[in-house]
């Protein structure tokens, strides 16, 4: 059974103790070394033997020979998809902020638009204010009608004073 596990083996430096490193990727934790590439591989074999009996006792399952290659794509399908998800998430965001945008400057030209008629209604209330102030002074000039001995009141933007003093000057 040892020798259906794939073996990996490296040199070791010499601040690590030199020789070579050699671990069994499919069995996490299973590794050992040597002087030689070959000592380092019959002591993994050894471990290898250890391992599975250890996990036999510990009542762990046992993976089988390749499937750390089987995990490891496992794992990169796995973040590969996760990068695809991530890329579209970032250009439903983008479609969104441009969306916003555009909405945001549409709401900015139509109250650009509102203060603009506004500004035209307050001039056009201007040009019309004397010439209801007039129509109104001009009701109490026919001898026929009967003038009020009290103030009436009159547009709001005329201050009372000056609408008091208007009608007492028109009176008899």
């Known amino acids: 059974m040892s020798d259906q596990y794939a073996i990996v083996i490296v040199p070791l430096t010499e601040d690590e103790g ?3 490193a050699a671990y069994v990727p499919d069995l996490h934790g299973c590794m050992s ?4 590439e070959a000592e380092a591989a019959a002591n ?13 006792e510990l009542g762990r399952d046992i993976p089988e020979p390749g499937s750390f290659s089987k995990r490891v794509q496992e794992e990169w399908d796995t973040l590969v998809e996760l990068v695809n998800a991530q890329e579209e998430l ?26 603009a008629q506004v500004a035209a209604l307050r001039l056009r209330l201007r040009t019309l204010e004397p010439i209801a102030h007039r129509a109104f002074y001009q009701c109490f000039e026919d001898e026929d009608v009967v003038r009020p001995h009290v103030a009436v009141p009159v547009a709001s933007s005329v201050p009372g004073h000056l609408a008091a003093a208007a009608l007492t000057s028109r009176r008899h």
């Open 33 to 36: 070394d040597g002087e030689t």
């Open 44 to 56: 993994v074999r050894d471990a290898i033997v250890e391992w599975c009996d250890e996990a036999k």
């Open 90 to 115: 970032g250009a439903l965001n983008e479609a969104r902020e441009k969306k916003l945008v555009a909405i945001n400057e549409a709401k900015q030209k139509k109250c650009e638009e509102l203060e």
């Open 18 to 20: 030199g020789g070579y």
